[in-house]
């Protein structure tokens, strides 16, 4: 059974107006199952989305014993349901829960409108175990629920009718997750823009990316925009496909079209004239046409990991088997029978290698360093029946399940990455918090690796976990390394040869296909697009290779260049993408705003206002596993400098973009 997705309004206001979430569910199926049927579902919910769910359908708080309020622990290696509730709430839980879902059924509620504000806050504040009193933690939550009156994040402008006839458009570069938040906030604010993308189709990463086993290694209900929260979702980690189809029906919902963007269409480069306050773009179409236009500001979506990183060894031009990189996949290429060697053991080799494990001949795996990772034994599983009527069929569960998993990811595993000072168990440990996560996964390893000491002895990092991102393991893995044809190569590769390589310990393999799983270029943000600013500065020489921005967005010296997700805004242990990008946005937004209302050209970062921020930023990277100077990993540049990840709470994000400080900015008129 499914519910309809017809978009409605967000509230009663704006009966007329299509801006609210893509997906939304105007009214919902009639439930018609027995109590026995409903207990069982019961059974399979989680439970403080149950209770919210109920509360907001029905209208009633009392729903919400205190007794019942979620604990909400810190979280660990292993994921607990329900908040950390008791055996003893959870059991009330699930009476107070066929309860509701008897009311619903009784009284024929299908249909739930924004909330009062008391219920909302209310709601709110026992889902969270009173975290809504912090202004940060409230105002993110309220960006993503879409049942909150003051839910937060639209324009409360239009550009029409505070600029009047004043000429102003944005170019937005990219069509993948920042692309689209861009182009949805811009319209929403009625700004206009140009879209670009240099590829032949939305989708950014998601439609590069299509190697065997790629798919979403945070909870997929974690994974959408704040404007269009799919509920519907078939995996608990979403493919590939999966997320590449949803970014395609945002596109579609959102009422574009091939006409929308400038497919195949490539920014060369920008150039800031003073005079007028705006800037020279030079595109240039896969045909070869060039183009000079005027725009009056710039968004970037062109993404953090874009640019594969391919190291050079000796001899590599002289290999005569197939080569490809994971971004880069050829689907050519036959793996059935063939020696495979796979270089690197990060995210997308964990991904690969027990997808082509049963298929290959042999498997060399080559290692640097062993990745830390989350038991996740549902990595591959569907939601689930229950799951899925429970979302189908119980109003706005699906948004509730959506802002529940939003919720733990605020804190989500910063406190173990905290850096105890004085803590005598580095380089592999850096708290006693962090020490215990490490022992709890070091066992899960001896278990998956008994009576292989060879297997164990790689697996098992040698620097703290967090330090690096850490991926999900259902098992695959290690079974994949268990196999009688896989070998694990951490001795090096020194060199290629014209049929097969060499590894550090001199021993010659013979391969045929060489997979290189060996991540992206991410300090190399906007490269390699040039970009003239203000005096004839570019933006990379400015930088000199290490990147910084005010919030991850404008950068002192390049007026009305708004950057999603540039540097410090990745999230390691803690964090939400589509948040991080949606915000960036929304300053964006803001920042047009003052410009109009100032009535200036440009407004332009000042040096002083930077160099505060990065300070601060700089001080809490220092302070994380990752930030340690033993510590070598890609989230550092070659400065040593972390430039890739935010180090705090998302909730404290949520606060930068909530108002331009005009004392930061110097406004050209």
Do not use: C
């Amino acid at each position: 059974m499914t519910a309809s997705l017809t978009p409605v309004p967000t509230s009663a206001s704006d009966e007329q107006d299509r801006f609210g979430d893509l997906f939304w569910v105007d009214e919902y199926p009639e439930i018609t199952e027995t109590d026995d049927e409903l207990r069982a579902f019961v059974a399979k919910a989680e439970l403080p989305v149950l209770l919210a769910s109920l509360a907001a359908a029905l209208r009633d708080t009392s729903i919400l014993e205190p007794g019942l309020v979620p604990p909400l622990p810190p979280m660990g290696p292993y994921l607990e349901m329900h908040g950390g509730m008791t055996p003893e709430q959870q059991e009330r839980a699930r009476e107070v829960g066929l309860a509701g879902l008897k009311r619903l059924r009784d009284e024929g509620i299908r249909h739930v409108d924004v909330l009062p504000q008391d219920i909302a806050d209310a709601i709110l504040e026992w889902f969270t175990d009173g975290r809504t009193r912090d202004a940060g933690f409230a105002g993110q939550l309220k960006h993503e629920l879409d049942l909150a009156p003051d839910k937060n994040g639209r324009p409360d402008w239009n550009f029409g009718d505070l600029a009047g006839k004043r000429e102003f458009e944005v170019l937005i570069v990219g069509a993948g997750i920042s692309g689209i938040a861009a182009a949805w906030r811009l319209e929403e604010a009625g700004i206009p823009f140009t879209w670009i993308e240099g590829a032949h189709r939305v989708g950014g990463t998601w439609w590069k990316n299509d190697y065997p086993g790629v798919r979403l290694d945070t909870p997929t209900y974690g994974y959408s925009f704040s404007f269009a929260q799919k509920t519907d979702w078939p995996h608990q980690f979403a493919q590939g496909s999966e997320v590449l189809d949803y970014l395609e029906d945002v596109f579609t919902r959102a009422g574009w079209d091939e006409t929308t963007v400038e497919f195949e269409t490539k920014l060369l480069r920008a150039v800031f004239d003073e005079a007028s306050g705006t800037w020279l773009a030079t595109t240039r179409t896969n045909d070869g046409d060039e183009t000079t236009r005027r725009f009056h500001a710039i968004m970037t979506g062109v993404g953090q990991l874009d640019h594969p990183l391919i190291p050079e060894w000796p001899g590599q031009e002289t290999f005569r088997g197939a080569q490809m990189h994971s971004q880069e996949w050829n689907h050519g290429v036959d793996l059935v029978g063939k020696r495979v060697a796979v270089i690197g053991t990060g995210a997308s080799a964990y991904q690969i290698v027990p997808a082509i494990a049963d298929d290959v001949s042999e498997l060399y795996v080559f290692q640097r360093s062993a990745p830390w990772m989350l038991p996740a034994p549902t990595y591959h599983e569907l939601m689930g029946e229950a799951a899925e009527w429970l979302h189908a069929t119980v109003p706005h569960y699906g948004h509730w399940f959506r802002l529940w998993v939003t919720a733990g990811g605020i804190d989500g595993r910063l406190h173990i990455a905290k850096a105890e000072e004085g803590w005598e168990g580095a380089p592999h440990s850096v708290s006693r918090a962090n020490e215990e996560f490490r022992q709890t996964v070091v066992e899960r390893y001896e278990q998956q690796y008994e009576g292989r000491p060879d297997l164990l002895g790689v697996a098992v990092p040698h620097y703290p976990p967090s330090a690096k991102r850490m991926l999900r393991d259902n098992g695959v893995w290690a079974a994949a390394l268990h196999k009688p044809h896989t070998r694990v190569i951490s001795s090096g590769l020194v060199e290629f040869e014209p049929d097969g390589l060499v590894t550090g310990d001199g021993e010659k393999l013979d391969v045929d296909v060489v997979i290189y799983a060996t991540g992206f270029r991410p300090s190399d943000y906007l490269d390699p697009i040039e970009i003239v600013g203000r005096g004839g500065l570019e933006i990379h020489d400015y930088w000199g290779g290490d990147a910084k921005a005010f919030a991850g967005i404008t950068v002192p010296n390049f007026p009305n260049l708004f950057m999603l997700l540039g540097p410090n805004t990745g999230g390691v242990v803690a964090g939400g993408l589509h948040f991080m990008i949606e915000r960036a946005a929304e300053y964006a937004v803001k920042a047009i705003r003052e410009l109009v209302e100032r009535d200036a050209k440009a407004l332009d970062l000042k040096q002083e206002a930077l160099d505060r921020h990065i300070a601060w930023v700089d001080e809490g990277n220092y302070s994380m596993t990752w930030g340690q100077p033993y510590v070598k990993t890609w989230y550092k540049n070659r400065f040593n400098r972390v430039s890739q990840v935010w180090p705090f709470r998302t909730s404290e994000y949520w606060l930068i973009p909530e108002q331009v400080n005009a004392e930061d900015y110097e406004f050209i008129k």
